[in-house]
């Protein structure tokens, strides 16, 4: 059963403007959230993260909301550039005996364009 | 630091056959990681490792096994190769007390 979902596989959004990526989740134990960002043939990379104690964080053009209520968060990109252009996996955590273990989302493919 | 590496990049075995997927860490993280990647899906747990000579299965261990015998290396061994087992696999590690985990390139299988 997939505890992490993205129900969008491919997103397109103009250069410049704002890139919103979605992300569900159903285990209320996740505590930690991650978004990571892979271009074909490498391995993923870490892009931003939130605790289930806030709301909202920020690092530069990325931000990342999280709606405890509604099990939901998003990514927010402003301004989209063409270099952004990959696949964005949503990831959460559940502390359990200290594995640190992460459940991904199945992608959403962003293509930013010129 | 090289972070997380990972060898080959791609293999191609016969079914039957078995092999090691190499990986190695030089961030002296405790927590290491197998992933598996099919097409449109997203990663799923094979093992991993709390610290070293500690493993435990995720949630898809059938057809593999892990050793972890330094903190350093973390190798994935294939025993009877099917075409099930065709994917990308990624190993990964995270230090203590934090939660983002650090990616290798990853190692692309194909079995036929």
């Known amino acids: 059963d997939q505890q992490v979902k993205q129900n969008s596989p491919s997103l397109s959004v103009q250069e410049g403007r704002i890139s919103i990526l979605n992300c569900d989740y159903t285990?209320?134990?996740?505590?930690?959230f991650l978004w990571y960002k892979k271009y074909p043939a490498e391995g993923p990379t870490f892009l931003i993260s939130?605790?289930?104690?806030?709301d909202k964080n920020e690092d530069g053009r990325f931000t990342v909301f999280l709606n405890k209520s509604a099990k939901h968060l998003s990514l927010h990109i402003v301004p989209s550039q063409p270099g952004d252009s990959a696949v964005y996996f949503c990831?959460?955590?559940?502390?359990?005996?200290?594995?640190?273990?992460?459940?991904f989302g199945t992608g959403t493919r962003l293509t930013v364009i010129p | 630091n090289a972070g997380v590496t990972q060898t080959p990049k791609f293999r191609i075995l016969k079914i039957g056959q078995s092999m090691t997927l190499q990986c190695a860490q030089d961030?002296?993280?405790?927590?290491m990681y197998w992933y598996r990647q099919d097409p449109g899906m997203g990663l799923k747990l094979i093992y991993y490792?709390?610290?070293?000579?500690?493993?435990d299965k995720g949630e898809v261990p059938n057809g593999y096994n892990v050793s972890r015998s330094t903190t350093e290396d973390f190798p994935l061994r294939l025993e009877l190769a099917a075409p099930s087992q065709t994917s990308v696999y990624f190993c990964?590690?995270?230090?203590?007390?934090?939660?983002?985990?650090?990616f290798g390139p990853g190692t692309r299988l194909l079995v036929l």
């Open positions: 990964a590690s995270t230090g203590q007390g934090t939660k983002t985990q650090y």
């Open positions: 285990n209320s134990m996740f505590d930690y």
């Open positions: 939130i605790s289930s104690i806030k």
């Open positions: 990831a959460a955590s559940e502390w359990q005996t200290g594995a640190n273990n992460l459940f």
């Open positions: 961030m002296n993280h405790n927590y």
């Open positions: 490792s709390v610290g070293a000579g500690i493993t």
